[in-house]
T-cell receptor, first 113, second 112 residues
Framework: KAGVTQTPRYLIKTRGQQVTLSCSPI?????VSWYQQTPGQGLQFLFE???????NKGNFPGRFSGRQFSNSRSEMNVSTLELGDSALYLC????????????FGPGTRLTVL | TQLLEQSPQFLSIQEGENLTVYCNSS?????LQWYRQEPGEGPVLLVT?????EVKKLKRLTFQFGDARKDSSLHITAAQPGDTGLYLC????????????FGQGTRLTINP
């Protein structure tokens, strides 16, 4: 089985712009979660989607949003980028349920200038 | 406030030595997972512990879940350079909380 894929792998944007990141989960996995990883804060949960519905949400501002499509692929969007949004954004999929192990993609490295 | 505290944050030791990484919380978890992350990659699941007092072994790695399901440890015997990486613990199942809560991680370097 192919693993979780994320595109693009690297992205450079400037403050005020918006960005869309994409994630394709492992085939058959219906849950997709997004995380932000920074050296200072570590891995922080953004949100989780299951069957096209947001099931859980972390403590991030409304500039961070996401969606899931019928084929379980997911996108996350960050609007009005700030310097502090520079981070590694990780997508993880799991088969189902609320406590399944997470299978992570390689991440998208976002740099905001 | 970190729900899961990992210690130490950084550890650099010589090949062949033993080490233990700790993951502590004041909260009870239904399960706890350990991941390893290497540069340029996402975290990879190593093990999940579910029962209080549970011990799991993965070659030279031994994982233990505390009796009260609030803490866990990872012990590596005879560390090798290939063990180098960021080790993350993650707790699941806190009532009303997000899906997984991650610790800050322990950055381990094994010197040949």
């Amino acid at each position: 089985k192919a693993g979780v894929t994320q595109t693009p792998r690297y992205l450079i944007k400037t403050r005020g712009q918006q960005v869309t990141l994409s994630c394709s989960p492992i085939s058959g996995h219906r849950s997709v979660s997004w995380y932000q990883q920074t050296p200072g804060q570590g891995l922080q949960f953004l949100f989780e989607y299951f069957s096209e519905t947001q099931r859980n949400k972390g403590n991030f501002p409304g500039r961070f949003s996401g969606r899931q499509f019928s084929n379980s692929r997911s996108e996350m969007n960050v609007s009005t980028l700030e310097l502090g949004d520079s981070a590694l954004y990780l997508c993880a999929s799991s088969p189902a349920g609320t406590r399944d192990e997470q299978f992570f993609g390689p991440g998208t490295r976002l740099t905001v200038l | 406030t970190q729900l899961l505290e990992q210690s130490p944050q950084f550890l650099s030791i010589q090949e062949g030595e033993n080490l233990t990484v700790y993951c502590n919380s004041s909260s009870v978890f239904s399960s706890l997972q350990w991941y390893r992350q290497e540069p340029g990659e996402g975290p990879v699941l190593l093990v999940t512990v579910v029962t209080g007092g549970e011990v799991k072994k993965l070659k030279r790695l031994t994982f233990q879940f505390g009796d009260a399901r609030k803490d866990s440890s990872l012990h590596i015997t005879a560390a090798q350079p290939g063990d180098t990486g960021l080790y993350l613990c993650a707790g699941a199942g806190i009532q009303g909380a997000q899906k997984l809560v991650f610790g800050q991680g322990t950055r381990l370097t094994i010197n040949p």
